[in-house]
C-alpha cells in the first residue's frame, strides 16, 4: 500500500451475503483508526463502528482494514471522514442500513462522536 495513497470506495471487496432472504446486523469496530487535524497538523485517534445490515453483498475486512489505513496521514475534520466512511461502504455494499459512529480522543477536555445514517 502507498502510503500516500488516497481513500476511495473502491478500494473495498465484497463477498455474497451467505444467508440474503434474513435480516441481521453485522457490527465492525475499528478501535486504532487516524488521521490528521487539518487545522493543526496533529494526528486524532478514534475508534470507527460500522453497523449495518446487509442486503445482497457483505464488506471484506482485510480490504476495509487496508482503506481505513489510508486515513493516516490525511487532513480531515471528524465530521468529514465519517461520512466518508459512510458514503464510501454504502456505495459498495448497497446494505439495507448502514450506521458509522466515529469516537474520538479527548483532546484539550473535549471529547467528540460522530453519527451518520444511511437507510436504504
Known amino acids: 500500500m ?5 481513500p476511495s470506495a473502491d478500494q473495498l471487496e465484497t463477498f455474497p451475503n451467505p444467508r440474503p ?3 441481521f446486523t453485522i457490527e465492525i ?3 486504532e483508526f ?3 487535524c487539518p487545522k493543526t ?8 463502528t460500522y453497523r449495518y445490515v446487509p442486503a445482497e453483498l457483505c464488506v471484506e475486512l482485510k480490504s476495509l482494514k487496508l482503506y481505513l489505513q ?13 461520512n466518508q466512511l459512510l458514503d464510501d461502504f454504502v456505495a459498495v455494499s448497497k446494505p439495507v ?3 458509522v459512529v466515529s469516537t474520538w480522543t479527548p483532546r484539550g477536555g473535549i471529547s467528540t462522536n460522530v453519527t451518520c445514517e444511511y437507510q436504504r
Open 2 to 6: 502507498e502510503p500516500t495513497a488516497t
Open 21 to 23: 432472504g434474513r435480516e
Open 29 to 31: 469496530v475499528c478501535p
Open 34 to 36: 487516524t488521521s490528521v
Open 41 to 48: 497538523g496533529q494526528p486524532d485517534f478514534g475508534t470507527i
Open 70 to 82: 489510508r486515513f493516516r496521514s490525511m487532513g480531515i475534520f471528524y465530521e468529514a471522514v465519517t
Open 97 to 99: 442500513r448502514c450506521q
